[in-house]
């Protein structure tokens, strides 16, 4: 089994951004397995977070930045790139401005800064984006695709006219080693004629011969290249650190011409949703509950414990519970959904309201006492402190967690919250009548709905 990776201990790197031009200190830390890369900003208050995620883009001018409710890092993309090249899974990043040091234009002070940290096993199954089926985005004469493979292997075309670069190719299967050797220490660059246009867009702020190789009208201004190809190989490193958005490393063969950071985002969500279908991949075994868990239901044991039945049952499967505590229950929203035909059908989203019928249907499971039958039935009276943070849309998958607040004989509150993989969609505070269950041979019979 190949495991999950942390790093040993913290580590930190300092310099100005890129972008920005802002002192910056990026610190990195051991995250437990499972938890992915987050960043955090230590110079506002209450250390906001933004994971590493490509729903989380917000720009992509000459840089990926990744933001939440305005709180944004630019140019995370050479970070990433050395987290996913060294085989880290699972690291925390502090950062005490709105940007990543831009260090020498390569991601090699970070992959060094990381490798003196060390590299520790975690007590847990590395996962991967595996590719069984190709994935492909055109954009006029700009192409990605990603076709099966049982490695990770970019391949990368670039084509300028311009005699100091012209067409350059590479390809590479990327391991620890040849990401060190080969890829790293590949410096970003841009054109003469460019850096005035960039710095009235308020860019390169940071930008010198020291972070970044600049091409002129003629030659190319530095001294030398790290490698003859060096141009290419750069923008390996780019594209394995957007691609690291995904969440977890892409066992595929990417083929990229001509590509950038809004291709690599673009391709990015299109490989979710065609691949991943926009679901998390949950493992019911790792669900953290407080205490001893039931087993998992299926939709045949959930129509057991909840009267509902097609097309209102917005319940797919129990992943975990701890009955009158908690629950975790997932449900898959697909194209088919009858409510989507007339829901601005030309762009589908699912009813908030409905959202709201999922968080509370899985809440109801809570009342289920694990022993074949529920004692009480939920019926709906009360919302409140409820927020609606995004959208839900045809394959994302609601994973919905719910927590018992208060319980008595003949009424209950929880709290609910909607999540599309680690981003909160919807969440609230429920209040529901009890009553007792009538059954007949171990089942419920239909009544009012929860």
């Not at 080693?177 to 460019?194: D, G, H, Q, S, V």
Request: aromatic letters at 6%.
């Amino acid at each position: 089994m190949e495991h999950q990776k942390t790093i040993a201990k913290p580590c930190s790197f300092s310099g100005i951004g890129l972008h920005t031009g802002n002192l910056t200190t990026i610190t990195f830390k051991p995250a437990e397995a499972g938890c992915g890369v987050t960043f955090y900003r230590v110079d506002l208050p209450n250390r906001p977070s933004v994971k590493a995620d490509v729903d989380h883009v917000v720009d992509v001018s000459r840089g990926t930045t990744i933001g939440v409710n305005g709180v944004t890092i630019h140019t995370v993309e050479h970070v990433l790139s050395a987290i996913a090249g060294v085989g880290i899974d699972n690291v925390d990043i502090e950062v005490d401005a709105n940007e990543t040091p831009v260090g020498d234009g390569s991601a090699l002070p970070f992959l060094n800064t990381l490798k003196e940290a060390g590299l520790v096993e975690q007590d847990a199954q590395r996962e991967y984006v595996e590719i069984k089926q190709p994935v492909y985005f055109k954009s006029d004469d700009k192409t990605l695709s990603v076709l099966p493979a049982e490695e990770t292997r970019l391949t990368v075309t670039i084509a300028y006219d311009h005699a100091a670069v012209g067409t350059q190719y590479a390809s590479y299967t990327i391991t620890p080693e040849t990401y060190e050797k080969e890829i790293a220490p590949a410096r970003t660059f841009c054109f003469l004629r460019e850096v005035r246009m960039l710095q009235e867009q308020g860019l390169i702020k940071g930008g010198s011969l020291e972070n970044a190789i600049v091409i002129g009208d003629d030659a190319i201004l530095n001294d030398d290249l790290r490698f003859p190809d060096e141009f290419v190989r750069h923008k390996l490193v780019d594209l394995l650190g957007d691609l690291f958005l995904l969440g977890r490393p892409i066992k595929g063969h990417v083929i990229a011409v001509k590509s950038g950071h809004p291709l690599h985002v673009n391709f990015s969500k299109q490989v979710k949703r065609a691949l991943l279908n926009g679901h998390s991949t949950i493992d019911p075994s790792v669900v953290r509950s407080h205490g001893k868990s039931q087993p998992a239901l299926d939709v045949s044991n959930i129509m057991q414990v909840l009267p509902h039945r097609f097309p209102f049952l917005l319940v797919d499967r129990i992943l975990s519970y701890e009955p009158y505590k908690r629950v975790v229950g997932i449900k898959n929203v697909t194209v088919n959904e009858p409510f989507f035909q007339g829901h601005w059908p030309n762009m589908p989203i699912m009813p908030g309201v409905l959202i709201i019928e999922s968080m509370a249907q899985v809440s109801a499971i809570l009342l289920f006492d694990g022993n074949g039958h529920a004692g009480k039935l939920a019926y709906f009276m009360g919302i409140s402190n409820a927020r609606f943070r995004r959208t839900v849309v045809p394959g994302d998958q609601l994973v919905v967690e719910s927590e018992m607040l208060q319980l008595r004989r003949n009424a209950c509150r929880v709290r609910a919250v909607a999540k599309i993989e680690d981003d909160i969609a919807v969440e609230a505070e429920m209040s529901f009548g009890l009553t007792d269950a009538p059954c007949q041979d171990g089942q419920i019979l239909p009544r009012k709905s929860v």
